[in-house]
């Protein structure tokens, strides 16, 4: 249950507050002066504070600088009266989450706080590379999620992540829906100078666009019909921290070029402002789509492309990584074993063969849903084949079909732009097979892709393993005489 600390010398509305948010499921606790709101928050854990701003002794502003020179980084809602342009200018550069006047509109009331818990809950999800079976119930404030798997392309993916997370960097990060995206993007968070700081996760898909400039820059009162008073965006909101953006590639031009500014010059402005507005601001973005293709066919502005390319991951498919499906499996089971207190052991041979064998074309978030419902229909302690449902065989093609046109796509922009380095070989003293050079490259991959197994390798490229010996052999033979007479 979520705790919210509501600091105010009024008692009438200390107990309006209290009892509008205990029938909402929170739990409520009361200060009356901003000394005694700082020693609950010394001894206690609380999710969202609501503070009055005139209060006696400490008012809220000098109350809330010292809550956040203590480090202490749970939102702070200011209440007062007494709002201004120039109170609410004070209190976000003090670190409020936001502001709200009084009388309040319960509506009103209830967004705001319901947007401050849910960056609340954001910036406490802990993810790392690795969680052992009996930490995964969710222990004081912080909630703890992994990333699972030790195959290579994700070895890989932890290597991006060490090296660049303490860097102050925009990063994109791609892969197909259910990889995992967000979840890289917050160990980038905690692994960063940022962690403590605001983390605000935007699906840029899920906002209609005439309120997505509202929702992300804000807007000042009568910036349009029922603005009556200012709204703080979601950048702004995250000063000092990190926003990442979720499939940015629906984002609007328009809107594109307002997201260049804050990256090229750090500010911003309000919908309807005149005002420009600084922003420290590191944006990590992510995508399922190919953004190439995008800024070639005029859709995203590719001066923004490179700004956020500046470092890019790949997150591979649940397919390209079979290897870790069991771990995944095991991580699952704890996890919600624990959630749901079912004590699940382990699941059956026939479980685990049908999901290696299975393409999981929803990835990682598919197989996570699958073993949480299989969890809730288990009876017993070992799941079996009657409590897993994956998708029909023509339905696994369908989707198959759909995921193999979307590589093939990226495949092919990325041929056209590396062919024309790889011709000019051809013009310059360099008298080696092209196709050959491909060809072997592409072999000796799929073999340290597949663990230097023949039989994986040649299913993987489509040819008979007597076929991938022979090549195989040539090349060895010929890289050995390469060296024999260099």
Avoid at 172 to 193: F, Q
Avoid at 279 to 289: E, P
Avoid at 319 to 333: G, K, N, S, W
Wanted: overall charge negative.
């Amino acid at each position: 249950m979520e705790k919210i600390l509501i600091v105010d010398d009024d008692e009438g509305l200390n107990h309006f507050l209290g009892r509008f948010f205990k029938r909402k499921g929170y739990e409520v606790a009361v200060s009356k002066c901003g000394l005694s709101a700082m020693e609950k928050i010394a001894e206690e854990n609380f999710d969202l504070v609501l503070m009055d701003y005139k209060m006696p002794g400490l008012n809220g502003l000098d109350t809330l600088h010292k809550i956040k020179e203590s480090s202490v980084n749970t939102p702070i809602i200011l209440m007062t009266a007494y709002g201004n342009t120039e109170t609410a200018i004070e209190a976000m550069k003090r670190g409020a989450y936001d502001y709200l006047s009084k009388p309040f509109d319960r509506k009103e009331l209830s967004r705001v706080v319901g947007e401050a818990l849910a960056l609340s809950r954001q910036m406490k999800e802990f993810v790392s590379f690795a969680i052992p079976p009996e930490s995964h119930k969710e222990t004081g404030a912080m909630r703890s999620r992994a990333i699972i798997g030790h195959s290579k392309p994700m070895q890989a993916v932890y290597k991006i992540i060490g090296q660049i997370a303490e860097k102050d960097v925009s990063v994109l990060i791609g892969g197909e829906s259910g990889t995992g995206k967000e979840l890289v993007a917050r160990a980038i968070y905690h692994h960063s100078k940022r962690k403590g700081k605001p983390f605000l996760a935007i699906n840029c898909a899920a906002i209609p666009e005439n309120l997505f400039e509202s929702e992300l820059f804000g807007y000042e009162r009568g910036a349009f019909t029922g603005a009556d008073r200012a709204k703080i965006g979601k950048i702004e909101r995250c000063h000092g921290g990190i926003c990442f953006l979720d499939e940015i590639g629906e984002m609007s031009v328009a809107l594109q070029a307002k997201l260049l500014r804050v990256l090229q010059e750090g500010e911003m402005e309000r919908l309807g402002g005149r005002e420009t507005i600084p922003v420290d601001v590191r944006i990590i973005a992510a995508t399922n789509k190919n953004l190439d293709h995008e800024v070639q066919s005029g859709k995203f502005r590719e001066d923004l492309y490179w700004r956020l390319k500046v470092i890019s991951i790949f997150i591979p498919p649940l397919r390209a990584r079979t290897e870790d499906i069991p771990p995944l499996v095991d991580y699952f089971l704890a996890r919600f074993g624990a959630e749901y207190d079912k004590p699940i052991r382990h699941v059956s041979e026939g479980v685990l063969e049908k999901f290696l064998a299975y393409s999981w074309p929803g990835n990682v978030r598919e197989l996570e849903n699958c073993v949480r419902r299989a969890i809730l229909l288990c009876a017993g302690d070992i799941i079996s084949e009657d409590h897993i449902e994956l998708l029909e065989p023509s339905q696994e093609h369908q989707l198959q079909g759909l995921n193999r046109d979307k590589l093939l796509d990226s495949l092919k922009d990325k041929l056209q732009q590396i062919l024309p380095e790889i011709l000019r070989l051809s013009t310059q003293d360099i008298h080696a097979n092209i196709l050959e050079l491909v060809e072997e490259m592409i072999i000796m991959e799929a073999l340290a892709a597949c663990g230097q197994n023949q039989v994986q390798a040649s299913k993987l490229l489509g040819i008979s393993r007597n076929t991938l010996r022979h090549r195989q052999k040539k090349y060895l033979e010929k890289n050995e005489e390469a060296e024999l007479y260099s």
